[in-house]
C-alpha cells in the first residue's frame, strides 16, 4: 500500500505562484511513477503532470506548459508541483498519484493508469 499526502493549496491571486507537495509513504517512492491531476467542480479528473521513477522524463498537459513544473526528491519520498502565473482556469482540486511501472523512464497520463491516489489540495485562484 501507499500512502500520499497533498499539501500546499491555497487561495491566490491571478499570476501568483504555489508550490504542491504530495509526500509518499508505505511502498518504495523511487520505484513509482507520479503524476498530478486536477479535478474542478462539474468537471471530469483531468491530467496535469507526470514524472518518471528518477525524475528524468515529465510530460505536461498543454494548458500548463512553461507554467508549472513537475520534481521529486526520492530521497524525502515527495513529489512537487510549482505552479506559476495561475490562472482562474487552474482552480481545482489537486491530486497526486502513484503507478509503479517497470519501465525507468516511463510516465503516464491516463487515470486509469495509477493505483494509488491521495486526498487532494484546493487551489483557488482568484481575479
Known amino acids: 500500500q501507499v500512502q500520499l499526502v497533498e499539501s500546499g493549496g491555497g487561495l491566490v491571486q491571478v499570476g501568483a505562484s504555489l508550490k504542491l507537495s504530495c509526500a509518499a509513504s508505505?511502498?518504495?517512492?523511487?520505484?513509482?511513477?507520479m503524476g498530478w491531476f486536477r479535478q474542478a467542480p462539474g468537471k471530469e479528473r483531468e491530467f496535469v503532470a507526470a514524472?518518471?521513477?528518477?525524475?528524468?522524463?515529465?510530460r505536461y498537459v498543454v494548458s500548463v506548459k512553461g507554467r508549472f513544473t513537475i520534481s521529486r526528491d526520492n530521497a524525502k519520498n515527495t513529489l512537487y508541483l510549482q505552479m506559476n502565473s495561475l490562472k482562474p482556469e487552474d482552480t481545482a482540486v489537486y491530486s497526486c498519484?502513484?503507478?509503479?511501472?517497470?519501465?525507468?523512464?516511463?510516465?503516464?497520463?491516463?487515470?486509469?493508469?495509477?493505483?494509488?491516489w491521495g486526498q487532494g489540495t484546493q487551489v483557488t485562484v482568484s481575479s
Open positions: 508505505g511502498r518504495t517512492f523511487s520505484g513509482a511513477a
Open positions: 514524472i518518471s521513477r528518477r525524475g528524468g522524463t515529465t
Open positions: 498519484a502513484a503507478h509503479y511501472p517497470t519501465d525507468a523512464t516511463a510516465t503516464y497520463y491516463s487515470v486509469r493508469d495509477y493505483d494509488y
